[in-house]
């Protein structure tokens, strides 16, 4: 039962105990509240937690941890050794935000304070930040991945997913690159910005491996803003892999609601069960590289019926794990009417951290 689901696999040089994963979750809760949530999920067998958004920038909020300074490294490592020390594997999803600080340091000082007015500000600012960036800037940037990583090694962290979202989705973007230089207009060279963050880590750091979260646009009809079409997925996929990176995590791009990128129940477009696999199928087909398949996955049945099926190589769940933190050991003792399973309400996981309201799940 469910052999697929449990066998193990290997991501460049690093050995999974199995093929299921906690998808990268930024959680509005402390340090603590954090590290008990990763390790009740590690502790139920999961082979590998992907630790969302660790920035490469020093933090600009109380509750966000970077990887960029020695404090952040300390940080970090009580995450990653509680996990460790609860059986699973852990990955550093470095991460650069397409937010122009400076755009946001001036909004507050106009006295603006409410969080939906400034969101829509920054949105709006992406464009403009990515087509104008200087060139220093963006060796500045690329350094500072290739800094984190290293940090992240010291961390203890097993593997690192580059967030292939956000800025550098935004780069790769048509949408919002317009730049005139190397860096902007053909599919090339909007892969250039991700390409020389790859590159830059790969040349220093041998070992580690490096999974890539590819975020892809969805057209007729329009989801996503950042992020790669479906038809320039082949020319990523096959440059990245070309760079040394080890999987890919393949999923929806944002920039447009968080209610498609984290569909809730009545989606009108992303209603069912593995909603975002038909893009990893895309880049199933230009890679032999392991490809993690992730969106409102939750069924034990589905979940070994795509990866027998060679759809996906493994999977990753946030909401169903922050439902149900046991999935995995009620999985491996045949309890599967046990699980208590996801309504995709996003109350009080994607909704709260919106509202800075208590994180958790309703089925708490
Ligand atoms: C509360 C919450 C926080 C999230 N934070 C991140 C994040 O930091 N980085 C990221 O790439 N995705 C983040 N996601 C998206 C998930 O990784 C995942 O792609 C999405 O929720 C769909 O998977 P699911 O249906 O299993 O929840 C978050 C999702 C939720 C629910």
């Known amino acids: 039962m469910y052999c697929n689901l449990l066998k193990s696999i290997k991501i460049g040089n690093l050995e999974l105990k199995n093929r299921v994963s906690f998808a990268p979750t930024s959680m509005g809760l402390n340090l603590e509240e954090r590290i008990d949530k990763f390790c009740k999920i590690a502790k139920s067998g999961v082979a590998l937690i992907t630790i969302g958004d660790v920035s490469v920038r020093s933090s600009f909020h109380k509750m966000a941890l970077s990887l960029s300074n020695e404090d952040g490294i300390r940080e970090y490592k009580k995450i990653v050794d509680a996990i460790h020390d609860s059986g699973a594997k852990v ?18 000082k106009l006295g603006i304070t409410s969080h939906d007015e ?9 464009k403009d930040y990515v087509t104008n960036m200087p060139k220093e800037e963006i060796k500045n940037i690329i350094e500072m991945f290739r800094v984190t990583t ?6 203890g962290f097993d593997m690192i997913q580059i967030h292939g ?28 910005f991700a390409s020389e963050i790859i590159s830059s880590i790969r040349n220093d750091i041998k070992d580690i491996p490096i999974d890539y979260k590819l ?10 803003n950042a992020g790669v079409l479906f038809c320039e997925v082949e020319h990523f996929v096959k440059k990245f892999e070309s760079l040394g990176v080890n999987s890919f995590h393949v999923t929806l791009a944002n920039h447009s609601k968080l209610e498609d990128t984290i569909p809730v129940n009545n989606h009108p477009y992303f209603k069912d069960e593995g909603c975002f696999l038909y893009l990893a199928d895309e880049v199933k087909k230009h890679t032999i590289l392991p490809v993690c398949g992730v969106g409102k996955l939750s069924s034990p049945d589905f979940i070994e019926n795509v990866i027998s099926n060679n759809r996906v190589d493994m999977v990753a769940m946030s909401r169903q794990l922050l439902a ?5 050991q009620k999985v491996r003792e045949g309890r599967v009417d046990d699980i208590k399973k996801c309504c995709y309400c996003n109350k009080k996981c994607a909704d709260a951290l919106q509202t800075h309201s208590q994180f958790g799940c309703i089925l708490d």
């Open 150 to 155: 290293l940090n992240a090694k010291k961390a």
């Open 91 to 108: 990955s550093a999803q470095i991460f650069c935000s397409d937010y122009d600080m400076n755009l946001i340091r001036n909004t507050m």
């Open 118 to 126: 400034i969101k829509k500000i920054m949105d709006d600012g992406v």
């Open 165 to 192: 979202d956000r800025l550098i989705g935004s780069f790769s973007s048509s949408i919002y690159n317009s730049r005139i230089d190397e860096y902007g207009g053909s599919c090339d060279n909007r892969s250039r």
């Open 324 to 328: 149900d933190s046991d999935w995995l």
């Open 215 to 224: 975020a892809v646009r969805q057209e007729n009809p329009h989801y996503g």
